[in-house]
Structures are given as C-alpha cells and as structure tokens.
C-alpha cells in the first residue's frame, strides 16, 4: 500500500493490506487485549506508511463514546445478577478498546425517538448498546433512518437490521432437554417467565430436545411477574399424585430457585423425586441446596463481542448486520437424578 504521510487510508485498507479483520487492526491500534505483539506492529507500521499514524509518534485516535441503556424490569430482580456482569463486561471491554461509556437503567416502555433524540444531543454516542432490550418499530425506525446506530446485547432483531450479541438460547436450552431426557425422564415439566425473543428460543430449544423422544411428554406453567400462583398450584398437584412429571427445566435459574423452595415445602425431594435444571448460572446457583444443576451464560464474553461489534459498526457504518452467538455450557451440579 503506497501512500504519502499525509494520506488519510482508513482502517479497512489497513486490514486489506494487513490481511487481517477491520476489528484486528481496530483492536492493535487502541492497544485492546488479544493481539500479539508481532501482529500489533505489522499493523502500526503499515499503518504508519499509509499515514494513517504519525511515524515518529502514535497520534492517539479520537475519544468515541458509547451509552448503554439497560432494561430496568429484568435487572432488578433476580436476574440483576446477571445483567450486573453484562455491565461490568462491557466497562471493562470499553476501557480496553479506548472507548468512554455511560450506563442508563431505564423502563423500556418510556423509550422511543424523542428520548434518543434528547440523550444525544446532551451526550453524543457513537454507537447504543441496548442490554436486555427489544426494540420497539418506532424505536429502530430512529436508527435505520439516521446515522446512529445500535448494537443489542442479549437480544435479537429478528428482521436482521441490527448487530446483536446473545446466548444460544436454542441450543444450550435443547442441551438442558437433553440432559433430563438422558438421564431417563419422560414426564417432564417447563416453567417459563417473561416472554421476548430470547425467551421464546429457548422455549423453541427445549421442545426441539423433545422431538428426539416420541415416548416423551410435557406440561408448561409460566411464572411471570414474581406470581408464584400456577407454580404453587402444580407443586401441590404432585404431591397429591395428580400430576406425574418427574423432571422440570426452568426457563432461568430464579424459577428454578422458586420451584425448589416450593418442593421443599411440600416435601417433594431434589433430585430424589424432581429432577431440576435451570439456566444462566447465575451466583446463587452455587449457594441452593443441593448444587442447582444449570446452563453457563458466559457474560464477560458477550460484553466483550458487544464492544467488538460497536467498533467493527464505527469503521464500517454502512457493513452487513452481525448476530453473534455465544456458547453456552451444562454446568454440573446436583440436582439430576438417573432413573432409567
């Protein structure tokens, strides 16, 4: 690449000469973690000689800045913590690729254009980060017809407009199905909580594991808004003998934590009787007795990809939408038990 000192090469020509991703040389030039020190000096170098840098000094890029706007009804219950690590996550992947980023918690009903539309003009942002957030139609409509964009964070678009970053719902939820079907169980019982997309993918998961297994059979409850009513009133049918499910897979670990104390109350065991698993493992996980058996959401790692995307969106605006899935992991516990 042949460029005078003064020449204004952007990063996707670097990484075209570097042979590399437009994230990679994004990464190398903001000093981010994850790049070799060979790879990070090829980068400077012909970055040098295209101009893009001064050769005799690093020219510091200039500050961008990321707001985040997180959902107020899921982060102060018991999933707050699992949107503190999200948060946490994306501080520290923030302060690693150079970027500054304010937080906003937030009820989601209250956002629409004329919010964004004020918050930027009081804090410019490069790049929105929604964590725990589905856009509403007006809502995106403020995006695609401007030059802000957003990324989602444990969220998806389903009319692939925007970059996202979420667990695999699908298939760690198929893995949790899997997980109480092998172990013998064929009455098996799903409780859910609120309803979004991410949501309704690990519901679409968990039945696909029942398609494997004709001989398999399935009751759902919902628990949502913290009203344990449906919840108590199956308990209570068990115990009586009236329902015949010997498995349960909840839809997040605090419905599992719901389900365990209401067992327990009726003096149905775990795993004796009820084999649990849940989902997210989150910290009290570890603390219920016994050891919840349940599905890792590695939340460091989604935020550090949310931070990847916000860059690779800055350097190349007008780039295909990217949704990412992270792996999830069965994380062993004790609350299976083997029955056939």
């Known amino acids: 690449m042949t460029r005078s000192p003064k020449s204004n090469a952007n990063q996707l020509e670097i990484a075209k000469a570097a042979g590399v991703s437009v994230s990679t040389v994004s990464r190398a030039l903001s000093d981010a973690r994850g790049i070799s020190d060979e790879r990070r000096t090829q980068i400077r170098k012909i970055a040098e000689d295209a101009g893009y840098l001064g050769r005799s000094r690093i020219t510091a890029a200039p500050a961008k800045h990321l707001r985040a706007y997180v959902t107020g009804s899921l982060a102060t219950g018991g999933l707050a913590p699992f949107y503190e690590a999200v948060i946490a996550g994306l501080r520290n992947s923030a302060h690693e690729g150079g970027f500054s980023l304010s937080i906003r918690m937030v009820d989601e009903t209250s956002l629409g254009p004329h919010r964004m539309a004020r918050d930027q003009e009081k804090e410019e942002a490069d790049v929105t980060i929604f964590v725990g957030i589905d856009l509403s139609d007006a809502l995106a409509g403020y995006f695609l017809n401007g030059s802000h964009h957003a990324v ?113 109350a009726a003096g149905i065991s775990v795993p004796g009787e009820v084999s649990v698993i849940g989902f997210d493992d989150l910290p009290y996980a570890a603390m219920m007795h016994p050891r919840l058996t349940t599905m890792r959401v590695n939340c460091l790692e989604m935020a550090h990809q949310a931070i990847l995307l916000a860059q690779r969106r800055m350097v190349e605006p007008d780039a295909m939408p990217i949704q990412v899935e992270c792996a999830v992991t069965l994380q062993p516990g004790a609350t299976i038990t083997q029955i056939a």
């Open 152 to 264: 989602l964070v444990n969220g998806y678009d389903p009319d692939m407009r925007f970059d996202c970053i979420a667990p695999n719902n699908f298939y760690g939820a198929r893995m949790a199905g899997r997980s109480l079907l092998k172990a013998g169980h064929r009455k098996l019982l799903y409780i859910h909580d609120h309803t979004r997309w991410t949501t309704t993918q690990r519901r679409r998961g968990f039945y696909a594991a029942l398609e494997d297994f004709p001989d398999a059979s399935c009751t759902s409850i919902g628990v949502a808004n913290g009203i344990d009513t449906a919840l108590l009133a199956e308990v209570e049918r068990r115990a009586k003998g009236e329902a015949d499910w010997t498995s349960v897979f909840c839809a997040n670990d605090m419905g599992a934590f719901r389900l365990m104390n209401a067992l327990e």
